[in-house]
């Protein structure tokens, strides 16, 4: 081989050499540029409002933790006592079905009316109102999602398994019962300030209104809004606890 | 002179492959500069503000995790004793431990197992670009629900969050929330419950399922459906917006 070439085989095999260092160099510095990318200005006000949730989640835990902990003492302290047992068991099941929606719940609240609007039937018909089923479900939701404590729909308590269904412009179902929708009035017992932000942040008016409906909201501040309990037999086929035999 | 044709032949091969893979070498350096260059220009300055909350929030939600993982354990430890309640000895009404079990279930505190199905659906990919139209919403989430328990579902989960009484799927920005937690797509669904009946949803025309995964309208992408013999959802460890307090 000639020097030449032998020089142009070196300088070409440096610059090669060269490239790979930069080219493994750029690859691997790449994800940490992503991570410092994560967080910016922008995302601060959504990282507030989980951070809230958080906490608020996790006060509730120490608690429910602490409140666990007295009742599996008082099971311990009253093995072969039959009378405590009962007792503590009573108080655990109204606790339970509150949270499962069997009992009565008392509080302020709102009060939502939904009715037909001459102005609303005037722009949009009725033909929309097959959809109402959606528009209920979300309002539903929404209150939910904004401290909703207990809901009903003309009497009937929404729970973990209701359903909202609109078989046609006339026929709307809540829980498998049929509803009038000449009036629809839903109750909802929880915070009025966080439930009202909540429908009007997700426009259910406008929802409501290109149905031929009206929706108007009623704040109950006296603590005389009643929501009933869910009002049939409740049996479960399938759901069975981890590790028991079925119910 | 044949030997000299031979080195310089070889020569111009080493020196032509030498000089492809340097050309790839070198487009390649400069598309992966190009992209840095372009991830570079989309990120803002880091705030460090922003910076200290994501931290604080990933402890926060470590610590969250354990405490609902304690929490599990301690309702399955009395769940034990209110069996050991109904049994000799203490003749306790076993009725009494029935409903108590019925409506755990009910209100979502007790982890349920089951026959069942699962599918995820996530946001639609339609021309390479993911859209306001195109992603899902809360209220997809909701409206599915509602359809799997017509459906005939008796317990459901969307990424481990369970369906309660008072559940709600809300979204703060871009994120969705289900029960005051983040979740983020793929949404994965897990429903106890008549499986056959649950699939039939699925095949029905204008139904929730129909209209949502249409091709031509929202196209949010959905897996298929699977049936399980047997599925386990998790429990709910929140507070019902304040109720059970």
């Known amino acids: 081989m000639k020097p030449n070439n032998k020089i142009a085989l070196f300088l070409v095999s440096l610059l090669l050499g060269s490239m790979v260092t930069v080219q493994f160099s750029t690859v691997h510095s790449r994800p940490k540029q992503q991570d410092a990318a994560a967080v910016t200005t922008g995302d601060y006000v959504q990282l507030t409002a989980e951070m809230a949730k958080e906490r608020e989640r996790q006060n509730f835990f120490y608690s429910e933790i602490a409140n666990l902990e007295a009742q599996i003492a008082g099971y311990k302290g009253k093995q072969g006592d039959r009378k405590e047992l009962v007792k503590q068991m009573a108080e655990e099941l109204e606790k339970v079905k509150r949270e499962a929606g069997q009992t009565q719940v008392n509080g302020d609240g709102i009060i939502i009316t939904i009715e037909d609007d001459l102005d609303a039937v005037a722009t949009y018909g009725t033909e929309n109102q097959v959809f109402l ?27 973990s398994f209701s359903t909202i269904r609109s078989i046609s412009k006339y026929n709307h179902q809540i829980n498998t019962q049929t509803i009038s929708s000449d009036k629809i009035v839903i109750k909802a017992v929880g915070n009025i300030e966080q439930m009202k932000v909540g429908l009007y942040a997700n426009r259910l008016k406008d929802a409501f209104f290109q149905m031929g409906k009206g929706f108007e909201i009623t704040d109950v501040k006296d603590g005389s809004l009643e929501i009933p309990p869910f009002e049939r037999a409740v049996e479960f086929k399938y759901a069975q606890p981890e590790g028991d035999k079925k119910l | 002179m ?3 044709i031979n080195a310089r032949v070889k020569l111009t091969i080493s020196l032509t492959m030498i000089s492809v893979i340097l050309g790839l070498m070198l487009s390649m ?25 994501a931290d604080q929030l990933s402890r926060i939600k470590e610590q969250n995790k ?11 430890e009395l769940y034990e004793f ?4 109904t049994q000799a000895g203490n003749n306790v009404p076993p009725e009494v431990r ?28 339609k021309d390479g670009q993911t859209t306001n139209l195109l992603i899902t919403h809360d209220s997809d989430l909701r409206m ?7 459906g005939g579902a008796e317990a459901i989960a969307i990424n481990d969050q369970r369906i309660t009484t008072t559940s709600g799927i809300i ?56 049936m399980h013999p047997s599925l386990t959802l998790p429990a709910y460890a929140g507070d019902f917006n304040g109720l059970s307090e």
């Open chain 2, 98 to 125: 029935d409903d108590l079990t019925k409506y755990k279930i009910m209100a979502g505190v007790l982890p349920v197992k089951g026959p069942g199905i699962s599918f995820t659906v996530t946001d639609s990919i």
């Open chain 1, 133 to 159: 089923d959606a528009a209920l479900y979300q309002t539903v939701n929404y209150l939910n999602g904004h401290d909703a404590q207990a809901i009903s729909i003309n009497g009937h308590r929404i729970v």
């Open chain 2, 29 to 53: 350096q400069y598309k992966n500069t190009r992209a840095a260059a372009n991830t570079q220009s989309q990120v803002t300055t880091t705030d460090p503000k922003a910076q200290y909350t």
């Open chain 2, 171 to 226: 979204c703060i920005g871009p994120i969705v929330m289900i029960n005051g937690v983040k979740v983020s797509p793929p949404f994965e669904f897990k429903a106890v419950g008549q499986a056959q009946t649950m699939m039939a949803t699925f095949e029905l025309r204008g139904g929730v399922f129909d209209l949502l995964g249409d091709p031509g309208g929202r196209a949010l992408s959905f897996s298929k459906p699977k």
């Open chain 2, 144 to 150: 599915m629900v509602n359809e799997m328990f017509i």
């Open chain 2, 82 to 85: 209110e069996k050991q309640a």
């Open chain 2, 66 to 76: 354990a405490l609902e993982g304690d929490i599990e354990k301690l309702r399955k």
């Open chain 2, 2 to 4: 044949p030997k000299k």
